[in-house]
């Protein structure tokens, strides 16, 4: 039993077996972090992801490895700093007034809160990809748009209850006096934030008028896009070139907004340029076959019109007037470029070809 007497002895008002036990839960609890925490991601997994299934549980440990590290991390130095305490040397003040143990109290209690609501936030981050993965696979477009809208919400409320949390528990404050304190603070800071209430209820606007929904491509002024997400504060639209465009909400509710997608055909009109030197009957067989093209074409409509209209300044101008029984905007392209091709061969199958700018001068010989 001598052997173990150096156990009692004290060292900063702390016995050398409560440093030992401290170093033993430090190293014990870091070999355990792995399996508890992989126990835990099990168990959230369970109630925000399919028990049946573990599709996207990759996923969703990789959203969940870091706030769930941390808290335990915190957990177990709570646990460890436990076997000691402060010298009373030190004149340290009681953890209920202010000094380094209120701090080091109140530190803790934050830093404990944050990694539980990250937790809460990285599982709801989760449960919005299931869903929105599993809206993709159906028809209707309205929980393509709604989901994400709802899951937005979800966050922003888990952050306010975080906030209110932390007031009330943290820096024990009455939350109800608190709020109503800030009444007359808060016309000051809707005033501040009236472009971001303007946002936010054209998002409410956009969900109950459905102007245009999320896979829908439309105008919004010189800019044309397919509408990617609908948020809080602003749409995100994806460009044919495929750059980014982000609008905002109250923009896309007061502005002239077209949209595409309800289209139910695109309408094409252009004008192809035949040299001058083409002959009444050759024009006549062009605008005769290129007429048969568009009306038997399997992406066009029987409205579709080809004139001989205007005598050009360098051409004689031929009207090419379909349209096309899509409102997509790939098979419209696809549809154009098959019909121009075909206009080419049309054009040099009946000996003529394509005008270009030009300017005939005559000189007149005079006898002097």
């Known amino acids: 039993m001598d052997n173990l007497d150096f ?26 972090i792995s399996p508890i925490s992989s126990f835990l991601r099990k168990i959230i997994f369970r109630i925000v992801g399919n028990k049946n299934h573990l599709d ?15 808290f335990l991390i915190l957990l177990i130095f709570y646990f460890a700093f436990n076997t000691l305490s402060f010298p009373e040397s030190f004149g340290l003040a009681d953890s209920s007034e202010f000094g380094v143990k209120m701090i080091l109290s109140k530190a803790f209690s934050l830093l404990l809160i944050f990694t539980i609501f ?28 709604l989901i994400p809208f709802a899951i937005e919400i979800v966050k922003v409320l888990v952050v306010i209850f975080a906030v209110v949390f ?3 528990n943290v820096f024990n404050q009455n939350v109800t006096a608190l709020a109503a304190g800030l009444g007359v603070g808060g016309v000051a800071v809707a005033l501040a934030s009236k472009e971001s209430l303007e946002n936010l209820l054209g998002s409410f606007t956009i969900f109950l008028d459905k102007p245009f929904q999320v896979g829908d491509v439309i105008t ?58 083409t002959s009444v009957e050759q ?10 093209l ?8 029987q409205d579709g019109k080809v004139r001989f209209l205007n005598f050009g300044d360098s051409s004689l101008d031929v009207m090419v007037l379909y349209f ?22 049309i054009v040099k199958k009946h000996q003529s070809d394509f005008a270009y700018p030009t300017t005939s001068v005559f000189l007149e010989n005079q006898k002097s």
């Open 324 to 345: 096309v029984n899509s409102p997509d905007w790939n098979i419209l392209v696809d549809t154009q470029q098959e019909i121009n091709l075909k206009i080419i061969e």
């Open 283 to 292: 024009i006549k067989n062009i605008v005769n076959d290129i007429q048969n």
């Open 7 to 32: 156990l009692n002895i004290v060292f900063l008002e702390n016995e050398v077996k409560d440093y030992l036990i401290f170093v033993f839960i430090l190293l014990f609890g870091y070999l355990l």
């Open 118 to 145: 990250w937790t809460i936030l990285q599982s709801v981050e989760y449960l919005g990809a299931r869903l929105k993965f599993r809206a993709e696979q159906t028809e209707s477009k309205v929980d393509d748009q």
């Open 166 to 168: 932390i007031l009330a």
């Open 56 to 70: 996207g549980k990759a996923e969703f440990d990789s959203l969940l490895k870091k706030p769930l590290y941390y």
């Open 220 to 277: 919004l002024g010189s800019t044309t896009g397919l509408v990617e997400k609908v948020g809080f504060r602003s749409t995100r639209l994806r460009t044919f070139d495929k750059s980014i465009v982000t609008v905002p909400n109250k923009n896309l509710v007061n502005a002239e907004l077209d949209n595409l997608g309800l289209r139910p055909v695109r309408r094409v009109k252009t004008n192809i340029g035949l040299i001058y030197s």
């Open 294 to 301: 568009i009306d038997d074409h399997k992406q066009t409509t």
